[in-house]
T-cell receptor, first 115, second 110 residues
C-alpha cells in the first residue's frame, strides 16, 4: 500500500512568490497533519484535519499560510507571499482512528527554499 | 503545555548497544513513539508503546517506559553504521497530534 505522498519533493522559489504543497494521505485515514521542520524550532504542528475538517490551526504562523482539504484524499498547504524565513521541510502525515498504536505516518517531506 | 526532552547527541562504536533517553510531561499520554530520520529523508516509525506497558521488544529494539517518572528509552542492540540517524521521541494523547522532542543524533563509528 502506498504511503503518504507529497509533492513537490524539492522547491526553490523567489521571495514573494506563491508556493503550494500537496499531499495525498494513506487511503482510509481520517486524520491529516501538516508539520514544519527547521533546525531552530524542530518539528512543529501547523494544522490538522479530521474527516476533512480543520480541527486545530493554532500552529499556522500567520495569514500568509493557508491549508485546505477538499476531500479525503487530497490536501494543500499554500504560502502566499513566501518569505525566506519560510524555508523548511514541510511534512504531511496521516493516521486512522482506531489504527494500531494510533500511529501517525509521515510522507517524505517537501523541502522548500525561498531565496 | 506538553513538553518532550531528549539529549541532543550520542556517539557509539559499531557492535555496542545504544540507549537514547526521553522524558515527557503530559501524564495523559496514551502512546509514545520512536521515529528515525535519516539525512534528507522523512520520519520513519520505528516502534511505539502503549502507556500501560513498561517494555516492548522488537528485534534489535527495546523500549522501556517508566510512567511514574515519565521516562522513555530506546535501546538498539548491536548498533550498526546504518543506524546513524536522528531519533525522535514523541507522545500522543488520544487522537490529537504528536508532540516531538528535538531529536537525538546517533553517530555510529566503525
Amino acid at each position: 500500500d502506498a504511503g503518504v505522498i507529497q509533492s513537490p519533493r524539492h522547491e526553490v522559489t523567489e521571495m514573494g512568490q506563491e508556493v503550494t504543497l500537496r499531499c495525498k494521505p494513506i487511503s482510509g485515514h481520517d486524520y491529516l497533519f501538516w508539520y514544519r521542520q527547521t533546525m531552530m524550532r524542530g518539528l512543529e504542528l501547523l494544522i490538522y484535519f479530521n474527516n476533512n475538517v480543520p480541527i486545530d490551526d493554532s500552529g499556522m504562523p500567520e495569514d500568509r499560510f493557508s491549508a485546505k482539504m477538499p476531500n479525503a484524499s487530497f490536501s494543500t498547504l499554500k504560502i502566499q507571499p513566501s518569505e525566506p524565513r519560510d524555508s523548511a521541510v514541510y511534512f504531511c502525515a496521516s493516521s486512522f482512528r482506531g489504527g494500531s498504536g494510533n500511529t501517525i505516518y509521515f510522507g517524505e517531506g517537501s523541502w522548500l527554499t525561498v531565496v | 503545555g506538553e513538553d518532550v526532552e531528549q539529549s541532543l547527541f550520542l556517539s557509539v562504536r559499531e557492535g555496542d548497544s545504544s540507549v537514547i533517553n526521553c522524558t515527557y510531561t503530559d501524564s495523559s499520554s496514551t502512546y509514545l513513539y520512536w521515529y528515525k530520520q535519516e539525512p534528507g529523508a522523512g520520519l520513519q516509525l520505528l516502534t511505539y508503546i502503549f502507556s500501560n506497558m513498561d517494555m516492548k521488544q522488537d528485534q534489535r529494539l527495546t523500549v522501556l517506559l517508566n510512567k511514574k517518572d515519565k521516562h522513555l528509552s530506546l535501546r538498539i542492540a548491536d548498533t550498526q553504521t546504518g543506524d546513524s540517524a536522528i531519533y525522535f521521541c514523541a507522545e500522543r494523547s488520544g487522537y490529537s497530534t504528536l508532540t516531538f522532542g528535538k531529536g537525538t543524533m546517533l553517530l555510529v563509528s566503525p
